[in-house]
């Protein structure tokens, strides 16, 4: 039972994360940092019980993992071509083929480094896989947690429902993917009013560059046109960002009621991004999802991740420091 000891304590505090604060990415990490004591804690186990049958599950384990490596390689480039061919050549939408492509080229050092087997070659291979290790780990933290944290049942007591806006067709439409936040916040409005509360359905989304009007005014504009009553619209329309959608909409929400809670409405793949700047921003509400299309998933969860990733730099260059001067040292003492 010792070698469980890692991961009852990081389940432990993952548990107390969730109950004080479940928007916090340290309960992710945490959820993570348990399961892979518990694997390490159970292949220990077993190795000290019967030594061959843990070398074989190492085996299964290593063998399984190589085959997952390919064939999300071979998924992501797929999801990257369809990309292109359905959204266009954006940064952004080349997301997934760049993670697919890099995967490809991580497993052509590994075995150029196996099969060549120099001192440097081997070093520089380990060096790219700990690191390709550390953001595999925290990306799996965040899809798991994320995927989790969407199916958290929240409270339904709120005084607004919140919609994050995502940028407008031709400067002035609503595309799909905003229109299915606003219909889902059409029906979070609806199940809120039924418990006895009408609250304000807050449209959050400034003016970009391109656009002929805010954001939030041809969201409210396309609120009108489904029959939601105008009356119970407000309007947010100075934001670019998620932080400025959060932090201004908190602003409006405090200054007509400093006790409100809210829900906040986004697409699935940003949920676990949003509930994270809306508890750093300090606002008061959960956040719930809209549907996406399928193929479009992928890439958007990786640029959410990336997100995150920059969010929290500092942290992320450290830890990417280390494992860079650990792989340096290793070639030094050979």
Same mark, same amino acid.
């Given at each position: !039972?010792?070698?469980? /000891?890692? %991961?009852?304590?990081?389940f432990f505090? =993952? ?5 004080r604060d ?12 348990? #399961? ?7 292949l ?9 049958l ?8 290593l ?11 071979w998924f992501?480039?797929?999801?990257g ?11 952004a939408?080349?997301l ?5 492509? @890099? &995967? ?13 087997? *120099? ?7 380990a060096?790219?896989? @700990?690191l390709?290790?550390?953001? @595999? ?6 899809? /798991?947690y ?11 007591r709120?005084?607004?429902?919140? /919609? ?10 609503? $595309? $799909? ?13 609806s199940?809120l ?9 807050l ?10 009007? $805010?954001? %939030?005014?041809? !969201?409210?504009?396309y609120?009108? *046109?489904?029959g =939601? ?8 329309d100075?934001?670019?960002t998620?932080?400025?959608n959060? *932090?201004?909409?908190?602003?409006? !929400?405090e200054?007509?009621? $400093?006790?409100y809670?809210?829900?906040?409405? #986004? ?13 750093? #921003?300090? /606002? ?10 399928a ?5 958007? !969860?990786?640029?959410e991740f990336?997100? &995150? ?13 280390l494992v ?11």
């Amino acid at each position: !039972m010792v070698a469980f /000891v890692p %991961s009852f304590v990081c389940f432990f505090l =993952f548990c107390i994360g969730v109950v004080r604060d479940r928007r916090r990415l340290s309960n992710a990490v945490l959820l993570g940092l348990s #399961t892979v004591f518990a694997v390490i804690g159970l292949l220990l186990h077993v190795a000290s019980e019967r030594a061959q049958l843990g070398r074989d599950l190492v085996v299964v384990l290593l063998t399984l993992a190589g085959v997952g490596v390919v064939t999300l390689a071979w998924f992501l480039i797929a999801n990257g071509i369809t990309m292109v061919r359905k959204e266009g050549r954006s940064p952004a939408n080349l997301l997934s083929l760049g993670a697919g492509i @890099a &995967l490809v080229a991580l497993l052509v050092l590994l075995i150029t480094s196996l099969v060549l087997h *120099t001192h440097t070659l081997l070093v520089v291979a380990a060096t790219a896989v @700990a690191l390709a290790g550390y953001v @595999a780990f925290l990306f799996l933290c965040f899809l /798991v947690y994320g995927g989790l944290y969407g199916r958290l049942r929240i409270r339904r007591r709120a005084d607004y429902v919140v /919609v994050l806006g995502s940028g407008l067709i031709g400067g002035t439409t609503v $595309p $799909p993917l905003l229109a299915g936040r606003l219909d889902r916040a059409r029906k979070e409005h609806s199940r809120l009013s039924r418990k006895g509360r009408r609250p304000v359905l807050l449209a959050s989304g400034g003016q970009g560059p391109d656009e002929k009007l $805010p954001e %939030s005014h041809a !969201m409210a504009d396309y609120l009108v *046109t489904q029959g =939601f009553p105008a009356d119970l619209i407000e309007r947010e329309d100075r934001s670019t960002t998620t932080d400025e959608n959060l *932090t201004f909409s908190k602003a409006l !929400m405090e200054q007509a009621n $400093p006790d409100y809670r809210c829900v906040i409405v #986004t697409s699935n793949y940003h949920v676990f991004r949003a509930a994270i700047t809306a508890r750093r #921003t300090g /606002v008061r509400g959960q956040v719930i999802g809209a549907p996406t299309a399928a193929y479009f998933w992928p890439s958007a !969860m990786i640029r959410e991740f990336v997100a &995150l990733l920059v969010a929290y730099r500092r942290t992320n260059a450290v830890l990417f420091l280390l494992v860079l001067l650990s792989g340096v040292f290793i070639w030094w003492l050979g």
